[in-house]
């Protein structure tokens, strides 16, 4: 089985990271990065709220998307 590599700070792009957390998420596994180092996130309910929290976060963002476009909120009917 191969082992992924961890990421570096350097190489995080901005996008990459859960808000302005130092959790990244790269090919499918969460990593805790700071600049001396990265660290897997291998407890499953810690990891579990990781994806919690970015589901949320996401849906957050679109809710924000479809209110800055005029459309009013989310799931209100136009007439």
Known sequence: MSHPVPPTWASVR????LADTPAVRRDGHWWLVSPTGSLPAS???FTSELDCFAAD??????AV???NSGRGPVGEVSR
């Open 14 to 17: 901005p996008v990459e990271r």
């Open 43 to 45: 407890d499953a309910a």
């Open 57 to 62: 976060l996401a849906a957050a963002n679109r």
């Open 65 to 67: 998307a479809h209110l």
